[in-house]
């Protein structure tokens, strides 16, 4: 069993970032499924009350692949000459090999009229879409459409040159257009024919100025500082102006990836294909082509597996994965798994009561029975990477006399059980942890009801903030940086669904947007954060989310980075 997660690196080398330029104080972000929607502005200095988006925090259970949506090549792009176009990059005879088909699995169609590519894109997409840069190895940036990347000392600008070779899946090169396209259509999505909740919005919004220096380089204005601002160019996918339209009807979709779409069947899967005009020189793509294919459920994605029928399935339940352990490739931790408390609900108004419920859970069970031992105890939101992290945090404090003194402490008593919502099936936040917490609580005298809910109900009531009283849910954006991680999951942002608010809170977040990540001011904000979180509880911390990948070993070269999104563009077959 592998996990990608490498040793925290140095501050100078997250800043200085595989070339990256950055002015001084620049903080390029850790990185951070979970929860957000768009409601609320990304970290930044002039807006403590406002936080990154939130739009996938609490990982809906049916988040499907995020399609390519976005970018019209503008009028003035040129096609680029037959000449100048590379051919697919041969396989060494002693390193990768050349050919062969990889089957993937998906449990959700493409949805391409909802703001794709820019909604949070999960898994496969990746393939199609590229960022400006993104998180490889480490939190340092990576260029990958790019060859220049400067942020300016205060924070409030950054100058970006695209690649030379930077060009779609058409040949057409990538212009600044169409990246302003792009931010446009996230700011003003009803002008390109669609609605959007992406926790991209945000920071878009903060772009108060967009302007090209010749016709590969551009400047971006930002209302105030960001010191995240690399998280929002490494989640920002590029897709083409020009075809923008055409995107969302599944008839042409441009990206930058090294692989293009080669067909597409509404509830069936779509197929990919190699693309000759990819930019990167480091090798592949190697494959002749991915196989996307949609299943039903969880069931029968395993099946699938099982019959030798794909190559690879991710998010499958710890179950499936501790039986498949020596094909495990574990994600970078995401997120938490937690209980989530609305503290305005009569039975929660006293934090002591939350303090217990905190104590009552047996999270060495949690991990060892419910997680099958994949995953590692936790109760804070950080990766393990991150500047924030305390490893004292790493352990399962749990303690059911201490919660039950806590409780006759805040003379607590009920007349009815507690509701508590969940998802009726969810292999992580499901009946199984609902049903353990439920038996945790009421070893210390809490009873609680559990309801259930389909994945669109339970949704919904997450993103309307409707939770009478406590829920089971999880975080994202761990591997951003800390000023993101907590901002843009919806469990943290102004509105969120625990009614929870705290001048202390907002004053951690106010400091942190204009501070290096690394400096002794920032740490004491974490520290403040640290004792915040346990001290006065919204959140109760149950394991890391952690996506649980499986990987037949004819796939080589498998990757998904530290932000847990799959890779595929070095991977080649064994057998091929």
């Known amino acids: 069993m592998t996990s990608t997660w490498k040793k925290p690196i140095s501050r100078r080398q997250m800043l200085a ?40 925090t609490e990982a809906p259970a049916e988040a499907t692949e995020a399609p390519a949506e976005a970018t019209e090549a503008p009028a003035e792009a040129t096609e680029a000459p037959a000449e100048a176009t590379p ?28 703001g794709a590519p820019f909604t949070r894109a999960q898994g496969i997409p990746i393939l199609i879409f590229e960022s400006l840069i993104r998180y490889e190895e480490s939190p340092a940036p990576t ?39 792009g931010i446009d259509a996230i700011v003003n999505p009803e002008q390109y024919g ?14 108060t100025d967009m302007s090209t220096i010749d016709e590969r380089t551009m400047v971006f204005t930002f209302a105030s500082a960001l010191a995240n601002v690399n998280d929002f160019f490494a989640q920002f996918p590029v897709t083409k102006k020009d075809t923008y339209a055409q995107l969302q009807t599944g008839e042409n979709i441009q990206g930058t990836g090294p692989y293009k779409m080669k067909s597409w069947t509404p509830g069936v899967g779509y197929e990919l294909e190699p693309s000759t005009n990819w930019h990167d020189d480091r090798g592949g793509p190697y494959l002749d082509g991915v196989k996307v294919i949609q299943f039903a459920d969880a069931e029968a994605v395993g099946q699938a597996y099982d019959a030798d029928d794909i190559d690879i399935a991710t998010s499958v339940s710890p179950v499936f994965g501790k039986a498949h352990e020596e094909d495990v490739r574990l994600a970078a931790k995401w997120g938490i798994v937690y ?27 949690i991990v060892n029975e419910l997680m099958e031992g994949l995953v590692e105890l936790t109760t804070q939101p950080w990766d393990p990477g991150s500047p924030a992290f305390d490893p004292d945090l790493e352990q399962p404090f749990y303690d059911p006399e201490r919660a039950r003194a806590l409780l006759a402490e805040a003379g607590f008593s009920q007349t009815e059980p507690i509701t508590f919502d969940h998802y009726a ?26 309801v259930g809910h389909q994945i669109p109900d339970m949704n919904k009531k997450l993103f309307e903030r409707d939770f009478d009283a406590g829920w089971f849910l999880m975080t994202g954006f761990s591997p951003f940086s800390p000023v993101t991680v907590i901002t843009q999951p919806l469990p943290f942002q102004d509105n969120n669904p625990s ?5 202390t809170f907002l004053d951690i977040r106010a400091k942190l947007r204009s501070l290096d990540p690394f400096s002794e001011e920032a740490l004491v904000q974490y520290e403040r954060f640290n004792e915040l979180f346990h001290d006065d509880p919204w959140l109760l911390p149950c394991a890391p989310f952690r996506g649980i990948n499986v990987v037949k070993p004819r796939v080589q ?17 064994d057998d091929a």
């Open 17 to 56: 970032g595989s070339g990256v330029a950055l002015g001084a104080g620049v903080t390029a972000a850790l990185v951070g499924c979970g929860d957000d929607d768009d409601d609320e502005a990304p970290a930044a200095t002039a807006a403590p009350a406002t936080e990154a988006p939130a739009e996938a």
């Open 339 to 365: 209980v989530g408390l609305n503290v305005t609900n009569p039975y929660f108004q006293d934090k002591r009561v939350r303090q217990a419920l905190f104590f009552a859970i047996d999270r060495e069970r």
């Open 557 to 573: 070269g498998y990757n998904s980075f530290v932000e847990p999104l799959t890779y595929l563009g070095y991977v080649w077959l």
């Open 425 to 450: 099936n969810h292999p992580v936040v499901g009946a199984g942890l609902a049903s353990l917490i439920k038996q945790n609580f009421a070893d210390v005298g809490v009873d609680i009801e559990l």
């Open 87 to 114: 051919e697919p990059t041969e396989a060494p005879e002693t390193g990768p090999k050349q050919g062969g088909v990889l089957r993937y699995a998906v449990q959700g169609d493409l949805l391409l009229t909802n």
């Open 194 to 207: 669609f609605s959007f909740r992406g926790q991209l919005k945000a920071f878009a919004s903060l772009v």
């Open 143 to 181: 260029h990958v459409l790019v060859d220049q990347y400067d942020v300016s000392e205060d924070l409030t600008q950054v100058t970006i040159r695209l690649k030379e070779n930077a060009v779609f899946h058409d040949g057409s090169p990538v212009t600044p257009d169409d990246v302003f396209f």
């Open 499 to 503: 009614k929870y608010t705290s001048e």
